[in-house]
């Protein structure tokens, strides 16, 4: 069932509210009004929106401000920023912030019907009838500070609609829903997105399987066939694990420079319309470094990077995602499941997720498919979850260090911390990870932003 197309106009203007809603009602779309920031933060709690009409000036907040903490909670919105005072540095700071749209108020309302009316067609055209495409969103679901920076970055980079996106994160963040979602923000429904798993790519096809080969190209070739490339036509190729392709480096890179390629067996160039998104779980500076990853593809690849945070650094979203998975499964397999018991919600927050929100979903839907009653019980969680993760005495959680008073910053502790802990550990990460409490990705992360070198493994 196609989910109806609902707008929300945030202003204190009353009247101009109420006389947008009307407008938009004549055009058969439900609307909502808020008259300050916090009204709009507890509608977007309460219902799904396809467009969100949001007045620069509010009695209570300044509505750039809050578009970031809007778009969190409803990820699959578009903002259209409203304001009867246009100045350049706004509008900037507005789609910066994710706003797809500015619109100066005038006393005719038709500029803003018509930025609603021509939402809602693409909506329509991109909208899926069995409800998996607004599941696969989920882990764009949350509030914290790393989600709504990455929904920020995604409006953002959807606007630009042939640039080359890196998305980095460990194995279960959501790096194939991110591109979904960017894919679904910056193309026209009828555009599709062509996923291809690096992994799995043997190395005597990969050529063929990218590019496509013509008939008689090579043994076998008994008929003409296109590739993911050109599968994709104006729409995403998405290069999942792309640290794990070895074949096809330099190859690859000429693509990304000419925005062109050929069939094997054919010297005609084909354009490149899509737009390329790849992803990797893997640190793919350190892999240049190691000479594993050509720096110049890294280069050509890293145009506009996005790095998704783990589940574990989410904090407040674990139980904004978990609702989500057990409401979607729960409707799915028709069980009248309402909630989550507090006991498990507790367990949930306490778990650290080596999965991500991957695991998450699979143990939400393991509960809702194990519970023959309307609340989800500790009884219903896998035995991992329910073992007690807190940091134990002895565990080498604390790296001893002095702190100076007036001199050291928390970033200077940060730092000594590291080296400690390397200098502990004989620079493997892994263990110097695991003094630290962290992952090993995220060593590296913080390696990288202080400047630590790399040495040992």
């Known amino acids: 069932m196609t989910q109806p197309f609902t707008a929300l106009v945030v202003d204190d203007e009353q009247l101009y509210a109420q006389a947008i809603g009307r407008e938009l009602a004549r055009q058969n779309i439900a609307c909502d009004l808020a008259h300050s920031a916090h009204q709009a933060m507890r509608q977007v709690e309460n219902r799904c929106y396809q467009v969100i009409l949001l007045d620069h000036r509010l009695p209570d907040d300044d509505g750039i401000q809050i578009i970031p903490l809007l778009m969190a909670r409803q990820p699959g919105a578009s903002v259209v920023m409203m304001t009867a005072y246009h100045t350049v540095p706004n509008a900037v700071q507005a789609i910066r912030r994710g706003a797809e749209d500015y619109i100066i108020k005038e006393t005719s309302l038709k500029p803003i019907v018509d930025r609603v009316l ?9 909208s899926a009838s069995d409800g998996w495409q607004e599941h696969k969103r989920g882990g764009l679901i949350g509030q914290s500070a790393g989600v709504v920076q990455v929904i920020a970055q995604l409006n953002q980079i959807a606007r630009s609609p042939d640039t080359t996106v890196l998305i980095t994160g460990e194995t279960g963040v959501g790096k194939e829903v991110a591109a979904s979602y960017l894919h679904n923000l910056s193309r026209l429904g009828t555009s599709p997105m062509v996923t291809v798993d690096c992994v799995a790519l043997p190395a005597t096809l990969v050529e063929s399987l990218l590019f496509g080969h013509e008939k008689g190209a090579f043994t076998g070739a008994d008929q003409t066939r296109i590739g993911a490339f050109e599968e994709a036509r104006d729409g995403t190729i998405f290069l999942d694990e792309i640290g794990d392709m070895d074949a096809l480096q330099g190859k690859l890179l000429r693509v990304l420079e000419s925005r062109s390629f050929h069939r094997i067996g054919s010297m005609a160039e084909i354009p490149l319309r899509a737009r390329v998104v790849a992803a990797t779980n893997q640190d793919l500076k350190q892999m240049v470094k190691q000479g594993r990853f050509r720096l110049d593809l890294y280069q050509r690849l890293c145009v506009f990077p996005i790095d998704l945070p783990p589940l574990r650094e989410r904090g407040e979203d674990i139980l904004l995602l978990a609702e989500h998975f057990r409401s979607f499964f729960a409707r799915n397999l028709d069980k009248p499941i309402e909630a989550l018991s507090e006991e498990v919600r507790q367990r949930l927050m306490g778990y650290p997720y080596p999965g ?42 604390g790296i001893p260090f002095d702190f100076v008073p007036g001199i050291d910053t928390l970033e200077s502790l940060e730092k000594r911390m590291i080296r400690q802990a390397l200098k502990r550990a004989g620079n493997v990460k892994a263990e110097a990870a695991r003094l630290l409490g962290i992952s090993r990705y995220q060593l590296l992360r913080r390696m990288d932003k202080y400047a630590i070198e790399h040495e040992g493994d």
């Open 118 to 126: 021509e939402i809602r067609r693409r909506h329509e055209v991109r």
């Open 356 to 397: 991500n929100v991957r695991e998450l979903k699979n143990i939400i839907e393991r509960a809702v498919i194990m519970t023959e009653s309307d609340r989800i019980e500790l009884r219903h969680l896998p035995q991992r979850v329910l073992v007690d993760h807190r940091p134990r005495a002895g565990d080498g959680a």
